[in-house]
């Protein structure tokens, strides 16, 4: 998850949307830099559907600059779409067709040379590990066979962008995993992700910068370690061989305070290197022996609650 070049991939300034009185996206701002993995997060309702919509050509906006892999999505919408790829929450696959065949189709539909088709359509089953099962109608596959299947479709074209909209919403765990080994496979190669997903794990684990969008707006915008630290709850826990050590830990931190564990304590921290480093300097020149030390920061629901004031599932399904 490398970021790759001056000019982003996206760029979104003061972007507006209402459907008759109902305003969905209320000025917002973004910036995503090219090869890198940028999720946004929001409940339903908050306007990220909508978003992916207008910047993947599908939906006019009302006000903004918005400009993909370069181009102005409302002045050069045909180049927008030669450069970008879309996934959405329900599979394009053609279930009556074979995987082969469906990946066939979407290069008819790209109008690649019939030398250069079969090429691409063998490298991209072997990809997706989809080889044995090329000549099977996609309604034999798994719930992550489809899925892989939708994907390498959207990779057809080699965009630049790719669009992911709910990429493993009732996918297993497993299944899920191996997603997210395509997708960092996908940006290790120089490709840029716009992902939007309700599976928070899934942003922690993928995204190199995440927005939490809310009621049209961007509330927080960070990397998920810099969101996590501006929430309150952070600390250290620090486990001693012995009560001598432990009170000796008390001497000398002066916001430690005792838990269930008789030998450990509690420190508060926002996680960061400079207060470890502060946290160990302090019981190093005491000369304070620590058995084990951990860092506890909040995770992105903590962020999400607190940033929007409700929970991710409280909203009513909407645009």
Do not use: C
Not at 83 to 102: C, H, M, P, R, Y
């Amino acid at each position: 998850m490398t970021s790759t070049s001056v000019r982003p991939a996206i760029a979104v300034t003061g972007l507006r949307k209402a459907f008759g009185d109902q305003v969905v996206l209320d000025g917002l701002d973004l910036t995503v830099p090219r090869g890198t993995v940028f999720s946004l997060l929001g409940a339903n309702g908050a306007g990220k559907t909508t978003t992916v919509k207008i910047l993947s050509t599908l939906l006019g906006a009302d006000a903004g600059d918005v400009r993909v892999a370069g181009h102005d999505v409302a002045r050069e919408p045909d180049a927008v779409r030669a450069a970008i790829g879309v996934t959405g929450q329900f599979s394009a696959v053609d279930k009556l067709l074979t995987g082969e065949e469906n990946l066939r189709l979407m290069a008819d539909l790209h109008h690649l040379a019939r030398s250069e088709r079969g090429e691409r359509v063998a490298g991209l089953l072997r990809q997706f590990e989809l080889t044995e099962a090329a000549d099977r109608p996609a309604a034999t596959y798994s719930g992550g066979m489809v899925r892989r299947l939708d994907l390498a479709m959207t990779l057809v074209g080699n965009p630049q962008v790719i669009f992911l909209d709910e990429p493993t919403t009732g996918l297993d765990p497993r299944s899920r995993r191996t997603m997210w080994e395509i997708i960092r496979q996908l940006v290790a190669d120089g490709v840029t992700i716009f992902l939007t997903t309700q599976y928070l794990a899934e942003a922690d684990e993928l995204a190199d910068r995440i927005a939490v969008l809310d009621r049209g707006r961007v509330v927080a915008e960070g990397t998920a370690e810099e969101l996590k630290r501006r929430i309150p709850g952070g600390h250290v826990r620090l486990r001693f061989a012995d009560e001598h050590e432990l009170d000796a830990a008390l001497r000398v931190l002066d916001q430690a305070a005792r838990t269930s564990d008789t030998l450990a304590l509690r420190v508060p921290s926002d996680g960061s290197l400079r207060a470890l480093k502060t946290l160990i300097g302090q019981l190093d020149d005491r000369a304070v022996e620590v058995e084990e030390l951990s860092v506890h920061t909040p995770d992105l629901d903590d962020v999400f609650l607190a940033v929007t004031g409700h929970r991710r599932d409280e909203e009513r399904t909407s645009r």
